[in-house]
């Protein structure tokens, strides 16, 4: 129970203001995973089941529709109140479609910062290994948080083209 609470207060802590969308997105990502419930971010939930579904299926769509209602209520919480009545009636899915629509150019331009950053950096001679290589870790990092995921191969070969001539 105070895991769960500790975990919430990363959220009630912020509120949206919009060029922090995706810090928050990615907060409300860590509080459903905890909760087994990040599911809802991904898969949409399945049509309304027919009179004559068996009740298995009934009751995964249940399931699915409270987890869905569950995390939007935990989104709505870190929103301010105008934002909350635009979004109190809507699931998670269309809350956060809405939001990177209206925050995409943000996004966007802090995409392409952070991939400049990533694919013009080059080890300084004389420098350490040990700082250069966290750095661009963290960067392909940053660029997977928002959306732009690379394959593992070639977060490699970047990393080492980035080395000095004398790593070869």
Partial sequence: MANNLSLRSILDANTLTGPNFFD????????????????????PIPPVPVANVNVEDKEAYQRHKDDDDQAACVMLTSMTP?????????????????????FDKEWRIERYEISKELFRC???????????????????????????AMDHGL????ILQS???SFS
Avoid: A, T
Wanted: zero cysteines; aromatic letters at 6%; hydrophobic letters at 45%.
């Fill in 24 to 43: 928050l997105f990615r907060n409300l990502k860590i509080v459903l995973k905890q909760k087994k419930k990040s599911y809802v971010l991904n898969i």
């Fill in 163 to 165: 080395l000095l001539d």
């Fill in 122 to 148: 080059k080890m300084v001679e004389m420098s350490f290994l040990r700082p250069h290589v966290p750095k661009m870790i963290g960067l392909i990092e940053r660029l997977r948080q928002l959306g732009l």
């Fill in 82 to 102: 105008e934002l909350q009545k635009q979004y109190e009636h809507m699931d998670v899915q269309s809350i956060i479609l809405h939001l990177r629509k209206l």
């Fill in 155 to 158: 977060s490699i070969d970047l």
